[in-house]
């Protein structure tokens, strides 16, 4: 069992910038991914950022290349998404999610946790 547990979400105004954080605990995986999914009230889950624990590769959405970035605190168990220029169309609930696979995928299905989400929500 894996618990994620995400915070860092608010309301900020376009242009400005937040950081979520997702604490993980429990069994600890030898070989995972870690990543970030967002959804929009009415709008499937997508994805939006993932990073493998071991070797530390990132991947990203193609709307937020150059704006977010995915990293990790190995130590702390924790995965981070610093989120700058914010747009509304950013505007979502954020979910940090956990995959067994060693392999970082784009679909929900491939993980195997989720946390509870975080909300941020970008103005004008």
């Known amino acids: 069992q894996v618990q994620l547990v995400e915070s860092g979400g608010g309301l900020v105004q376009a242009g400005g910038s937040l950081r979520l954080s997702c604490a993980a605990s429990?069994?600890?995986?030898?070989?995972?991914?870690m990543g970030w999914f967002r959804q929009a009230p009415g709008k499937e889950r997508r994805f939006v950022a993932a990073i493998t624990w071991i070797s530390s590769n990132t991947y990203y959405t193609d709307s937020v290349k150059g704006r977010f970035t995915i990293s990790r605190d190995n130590a702390k168990s924790t995965v981070f998404l610093q989120m700058n220029r914010l747009n509304p169309e950013d505007t979502a609930v954020y979910y940090c999610?956990?995959?067994?696979?060693?392999?970082?995928?784009?679909?929900?299905?491939?993980?195997?946790?989720w946390g509870q989400g975080t909300q941020v929500t970008v103005s004008s």
């Open positions: 429990g069994r600890t995986f030898s070989r995972y991914t």
């Open positions: 999610a956990v995959s067994g696979r060693t392999v970082a995928s784009a679909a929900a299905a491939a993980y195997d946790y």
